[in-house]
């Protein structure tokens, strides 16, 4: 059975955490952009812009990234990066600091396509990760730069992430 | 026994003396506290005033000896309108605690004719006497008020609060032990220092946070405090919470102003900037800060009063400086304002984290 | 932000059961902010009397029995947007539980589906609010033993416990306390297929309410607390009711708070939210009793007691508005994220229509309440419960004197409606304090209030009231009352009694305007009248919901009409009224229990232009400005004839209208009823019955409305009845006719003439399209000309 770990006041919380965290460690954030993972991970970038717009009045931009293209965890027959064609961003990459934001940090090979996605869309100045939850199990050499919870799961268990937006609710149960 | 309330301005209000018989003078605060006569009767912020609690028919839910905010009694006089001999928990009554505490009192006062003549005309000193003349009113006039409040109420001994959590020192200037029970409930291992300990004395505690706590008066009279802060503020994250955020804020740039409405009342709603939530909290304090110097100080606005749109709470944009014009321990008023120090930990786990990752990569 | 779907809304009205509460000022304000914030509006209602207006917010006003399928249909023909139930009390969410899965994407605005299923299903209400870790009183049904004593040992003595048998019906509830009585229960025989249910006991808890906002963005506030004088197990209506709730300290308050807005979030309420406790001072245990997710009588009761706007906030939180962003009026923004501070006492105490005594128990049996404010609770009980023209409190203490010490002690073991009495009776044979709290679950401090009073009566009785003690008694709200009438004769009365806003004193409080004001001690007087000319409405006590609801109506439309004309409306009475919150804030309302108004002096007698007084019989008749508002009788023939008609007929001294004239006329074996028929008389009929008026008005000079009956027979009008002043029929005057007769009344009362050689068009002139038609006296519809013929040729079709 679904257990609630996080209710919607703790998510709400950490992310305005991890936006002040941003405005701290980034003297300005003029060059900042904000790329969210679809499908949860875009909701994160939208809800930190609105936090910074409200705090700095400054809206930086967003963009939605779509890594299915990219995953490295699917089937040997499916993947095939050479012949995808990577959806536009939509923004200006070039020189900024990108933040990247995901729901769940988990084995890391979804970051690590996200990244791949950035890449050949433009040379950022800088990539970070902000995510809500990391649950463990790396799988390669990535660590979030901003993390709403750190979760301690069993491999065995499922983290499941519910946002307002598209859930009707904000929570994140295990299961 | 007939009593009289007196104001500077020669206003007297009529009523029934209770509690200690003596002659009594202080600045004079309107509370809209709904609960928690005890917390206010016993909170230090309240040294050197008079409260007139507005609240009906105070004393039925009964006198709580768990809601001390600090050992001693600290105001110098209580004004009610109705009062209840009896309470519903068979406790001692409103009117016997406040003598035991020997604190003078006086009831059956048209509290609301006094919180509006205060409204109109500002927060000034009174007196509760058993006469009312001329004489008595240049008395109120001619008596200046301590500057030295938060010099009587630190805790002049250092003391600890044990736990096995974050090692926290307390800067003492009026705290609320209220503060103490939040942190307790956090596993803090507490440490409560006076006002005016060194900024050596604090190092040597090695703290993971300082607190700089509520406190009465004015914060322009602590100089030598503001000074410390801009010292420790770059080793240390620091958490402001009433006196102690107007103190921070001096000491990075910004300027305080007094509220055009004092606030003291136990829920009056603050805004978070950035995510829209609104808490209700308590509130007790008379300064705000100038939105004007804001733009120009390091600090971010993080909380509103939905009210009147003055400033609530403060985050330095770089460096781990938090503080809240409010009193998120609440005691008394609604809990919305906890995560105030959930907030404050999150933050020094986050500076120890960025610390680990350096000396990691150094 | 707003929803952005939603245009169209159907409200779920009122049904006219007097088992639901008046809730008309409350769907009046909830109409007219969204209304003026552009939503278009429909409405189902059993009796339009309760909209307070002629339909003017609405779309389409349905006039039909107020049922989940009449909701359905509806649904289905016109698809709104959205359906809201906050205004229709419990029937509307009952409605709501029923309509699940059947109204595609109409949305249910406010109490969400689980939410309204909960307040009905107590095994679901049980299960969320257990499976949310909020307190509630935990409930087993069972035939296994094991599971039965398991049950027991985990929830420990005091248990009420019952046998449900196979057919549905169950035993009373037995009080256990100890072993003993667990196993003379368990001990009985027996029946096949029975189950055991058992759960804690709660008798003798105090009980307190707590009313939070709640917006779509999870933001709550407390917008007041109620706690009940009389203990768990009096209906919360039949007790006496304190806001706010004065016994609880800090930890207690911020505990209930804290469990209202998570039950909230729980079913994800959006609106309001009023949550029931049970709460033991012994013990510190506190239990969920049941909540209301809509608007209610403890919503009225709190809007008033603490001038917060929550009808009008409630509709705009149910539409997504921001709790911190919300409008009074198009464009007049308030915060509504304030928890509103009082400074004084507001207490509601239920009345009931006979004088006798009742007993007391889980169902509601009182017929309306009278609602005082003050700031002691000796105050407050002076003006209420122990007020003696409300009560007759001095003929019960007269009766309660002759009863023994066991009688007396009877009543007390048994609750009636007469309990405070009884407990003063009680405390003058020095009964002792404690003890009759702990039998009664009443708390201390009022029994010490009751102490106070009886110890001032005393005073009063033995004469010595002076300059020493008057004010003392002034501020406990001792009048000329009862067996106090002595203190009329001192002149200190007047000099000591002033008029207080009930408005609160706070920082966050400024936005609530409203001129209400009631009678106290105290040192300044707060009345502010304006400039204008005043008409001062004097208000009865009504003891029936039907009553409420035309009084409701009248005192509306009269302050409106009053306002409208450049006047000021002074309202006085000892039941205040619940203004819509757009007159609230135009007219000056007087909550004066005991009447002093007229000896305070404080409202200038030459402003005062006219004293409209509703009450039956009026209190003096030496001025010549009181104006009778209420029928009275001057002529009754008993006389029945096929036809009639009821005329409604405003005159000036010399001459009248008649701008509303019903029409009732069997046919078929079915007697209905057409109002506003002005337009189908003959000119034949309108002369022979604007002949008889002035015949029967012939000998009088003053401004006045008056009522007439005629019958037909034999083809002639005969005159049957003659009323001087208001009827019932006023609602259906108002309601269907274009030309309104109250506002005519005041335009005359103004000193306007309607002139002399009116030709017979403009006596009966009204320019109605829609009629009110009731059959069988069922039911109103509002129809045009076309749907009128139509619905009286299906009475002959039906017969056929």
Redesign the interface.
């Known amino acids: 059975m679904a257990k609630e770990i996080i209710d ?2 703790t998510m ?2 950490a ?3 991890i ?3 941003i ?3 980034n ?1 300005g954030i003029e060059d900042l952009v904000l790329v969210g993972i679809k499908t949860r991970g875009v909701f994160v970038a939208h809800r930190i812009e609105s ?1 910074l717009k ?3 009045n400054i809206s930086i931009p967003v963009a939605e990234l779509d890594i299915t293209p990219y995953r490295d965890d699917q089937t040997h027959e499916e993947k095939d990066i050479s012949k995808v064609d990577a959806q536009p961003l939509g923004i200006d990459i070039n020189n900024k600091h990108v933040i990247l934001t995901d729901d769940v940090l988990y084995t890391g090979r979804t970051i690590r396509a996200a990244m791949d996605a950035l890449m050949s869309a433009g040379r950022p100045k800088k990539i970070s990760l902000a995510v809500l939850v990391d649950r463990g199990h790396r799988e390669l050499p990535i660590r979030a730069d901003f993390v709403g919870k750190n979760i301690p799961t069993s491999q065995r268990e499922k983290i499941k992430v519910s946002m307002k937006e598209i859930d009707g ?1 904000d929570k994140i149960e295990i299961e | 026994m007939k009593r009289y309330l007196i104001l500077e301005d020669g206003t007297v209000f009529p009523g029934d003396g209770f509690g200690s018989s003596i002659i009594t003078t202080g600045q004079l605060v309107i509370s809209n506290n709904r609960t928690g006569i005890e917390q206010s009767v016993t909170d230090p912020n309240t040294e050197g005033q008079i409260i007139a609690f507005t609240i009906p028919s105070v004393g039925n839910s009964g006198i709580n000896r768990d809601f001390y905010e600090s050992i001693n009694s600290q105001c110098k006089g209580v004004v009610i309108g109705s009062s209840s001999a009896s309470t519903v928990n068979n406790s001692i009554s409103f009117e016997e605690w406040i003598t035991s505490l020997k604190i003078p009192g006086i009831k059956n006062v048209d509290v609301r004719a006094l919180s509006k003549h205060i409204a109109e005309h500002g927060e000034m000193k009174a007196s509760i006497m058993d006469t009312h003349d001329e004489h008595a009113i240049d008395q109120i006039k001619a008596l200046v008020l301590p500057p030295d409040l938060v010099k009587r109420v630190s805790t002049r001994q250092s003391y600890p609060n044990p736990n096995m959590g974050l090692k926290i020192v307390i800067v003492d200037l009026g705290l609320k032990y209220s503060i103490l029970r939040q942190l307790s409930y956090r596993d803090c291992n507490s440490i409560i220092v006076n006002y005016n300990a060194t900024i050596e004395e604090i190092k040597n505690l090695h703290p993971d946070g300082i607190i700089f706590s509520n406190g009465p008066g004015d914060p322009k009279d602590l100089p030598k405090t503001i000074e410390r802060i801009q010292t420790l503020q770059k080793d240390y994250p620091i958490l402001g919470i009433g006196l102690g955020s107007l103190l921070i804020a001096l000491a990075n740039d910004c300027q305080i102003i007094p509220l055009p409405q004092p606030h003291h009342e136990s829920s009056l709603a603050v805004k ?6 609104i808490d209700f909290v308590n509130h007790n304090h008379s300064y705000t800060l100038d939105q004007k110097y804001i733009g120009g100080s390091d600090f ?3 909380n509103i009063c939905v009210a009147d749109g003055t400033i609530e709470g403060i ?6 400086i938090m503080g809240v014009l409010f009193e998120p321990e609440a005691a008394p008023g609604p809990t919305d304002g906890y ?1 105030v120090f ?2 404050f930990i ?1 933050l020094i786990e ?1 500076v120890k984290q ?1 610390e680990g990752i350096r000396s990691q990569w150094n | 932000m707003e929803l952005d779907d939603v245009h169209s809304i159907l409200i779920i009205g009122p049904t006219s059961s007097d088992k639901n509460v008046d809730l008309s000022t409350a769907l009046y304000d909830t109409v007219d902010i969204l209304h003026q914030l552009g939503y278009k509006l429909s409405i189902i209602v059993e009796n339009p009397t309760s909209l307070l207006s002629s339909g003017t917010f609405y779309d389409k006003t349905v006039v039909e029995k107020v049922t989940g399928d009449n909701v359905l249909k509806y649904v289905q023909k016109y698809h709104p947007d959205s359906i809201l139930p906050t205004v229709g009390d419990r029937n509307a969410l009952g409605i709501v539980s029923s309509l699940n899965g059947k109204i595609g994407e109409t949305k249910i605005l406010g109490p969400s589906f689980a939410a309204s299923l909960a307040t009905f299903k107590r095994e679901l209400f049980i299960k969320k609010l257990t499976h949310a870790n909020l307190p509630v009183i935990k409930f087993v049904s069972s035939d296994d033993e094991k599971e039965i004593y398991s049950f027991i040992r985990s929830i420990g003595f005091p248990i009420i416990a019952r046998r449900r048998y196979s057919n549905r019906h169950s035993s009373g509830w037995t009080n256990i306390n100890n072993l003993f009585e667990l196993d003379n229960f368990m001990a009985m025989e027996d029946i096949s297929d029975t189950k055991i249910e058992i759960e804690r006991s709660i008798r003798g808890f105090s009980e307190y309410s707590f009313t939070i906002l709640r917006d779509r963005y ?1 933001n709550s506030s407390l917008v007041g607390t109620i706690e009940d004088i009389e203990p768990i197990g009096i209906h919360h209506l039949d007790s006496n009711l304190i806001s706010p709730a004065v016994s609880l300290n800090d930890s207690k308050l911020q505990r209930l708070r804290n469990f209202s807005i998570k039950l909230a ?1 729980t079913f ?1 309420i959006v609106g309001v939210c009023t949550v029931h406790f049970a709460y033991n001072h012994a013990t510190n245990e506190s239990y969920i009793t049941e909540f209301i997710p809509r608007l209610s009588e403890e919503t009225k009761f709190l809007e008033y007691a603490t001038s917060y706007p929550v009808a009008t906030a409630v509709a705009q939180l149910c539409l997504g508005y921001h709790l911190d962003k919300l409008q009074l009026d198009a464009g007049n923004y308030f915060n509504g994220a304030t928890e509103p501070f009082v400074d004084h006492i507001t207490s509601r105490f239920p009345q009931w229509s006979t004088n006798g005594q009742r007993y007391l128990g889980p169902s509601k049996t009182s017929n309306s309440s009278i609602v005082v404010n003050g700031f002691s609770l000796e105050e407050v009980l002076n003006k209420g419960a122990l007020n003696d023209k409300l009560n007759n409190n001095f003929n019960r203490y007269n009766e309660l004197r002759k009863l023994d010490d066991d009688e007396l002690f009877e009543k007390i073991i048994h609750p009636t409606n007469w309990m405070l009495d009884v407990l003063s009776e009680a405390m003058r044979r020095n009964f002792e304090k404690p003890v009759l709290s702990e039998i009664t679950g009443i708390n201390m401090p009022y029994l010490t209030a009751l102490q106070n009073i009886i110890d001032n009566s005393l005073i009063i009785r033995e004469g010595e009231i002076d300059g020493s003690n008057v004010e003392h008694m002034v501020n406990m709200g001792v009048k000329g009352v009862g067996h106090s009438k002595l203190l009329l004769d001192s002149p200190d009365i007047v000099t000591k009694t002033v008029v207080k806003n009930k408005q609160a004193v706070s920082v966050a409080n400024n936005d609530f305007i409203n001129h209400n004001y009631f009678v106290t001690g105290g040192i300044s007087n707060e009345l502010q009248l304006s400039d204008r000319m005043k008409i001062i409405v004097r208000t009865p006590i009504i003891t029936s919901k039907t009553d409420i609801m035309i009084r409701q109506f009248v005192l509306f439309q009269l302050a409106k009409s009053i306002d409208q004309n450049g006047l000021e409306p002074i309202i006085i009475g000892r039941e205040p009224w619940n203004a819509p919150l757009s007159m609230r804030r135009k007219v000056v309302e007087i909550d004066d229990p005991h009447m002093e108004m007229k000896n305070l002096g404080l409202i200038k007698n030459d402003s005062v232009l006219n004293i409209i007084d509703l009450s039956k019989n009026l209190i003096e008749t030496d001025d010549k400005r009181v104006f009778q508002f209420s029928a009275q009788e001057l002529k009754n023939l008993k006389l029945t004839g096929g036809t009639s008609v009821r005329v409604m007929v405003v005159s000036d001294g010399e001459n009248f209208l008649a701008p509303s004239v019903i029409y009732q006329a069997k046919r078929d074996g079915h007697l209905y009823e057409i109002s506003s028929v002005n337009q189908f008389m003959t000119v034949e009929d309108r002369a022979n019955i604007s002949r008889l008026i002035k015949q029967e008005l012939e000998d009088d000079s003053k401004v006045d409305i008056y009522n007439f009956e005629l019958v037909k027979s034999n083809d002639h009008w005969l005159m049957t009845k003659k009323y001087r002043g208001m009827t019932n029929d006023i609602i259906r005057h108002e309601l269907a006719s274009s030309v309104h007769v109250i506002d005519t009344l005041v335009k005359l009362l103004l000193g306007n003439k309607i002139g002399d050689d009116l030709t017979l068009e403009k006596v009966f002139d009204n320019f109605d399209d829609k009629y009110l038609l009731t059959i069988d006296s069922k039911r109103y519809q509002l129809l045009d000309e076309e749907e009128t013929k139509i619905e009286l040729s299906k009475l002959r079709k039906n017969e056929n």
Do not use: F, W
Request: charged share 40%.
């Open positions: 919607g006041q709400t919380r992310l305005t955490r936006t002040y965290e405005i701290e460690r003297k936090r409200q705090l700095e609710e | 978070e900037v950035a995510s829209g939530k971010i606005v993080t985050r330095h944009e770089y460096l781990p995560y959930d907030e999150d986050s960025q | 999870d979030r994800n």
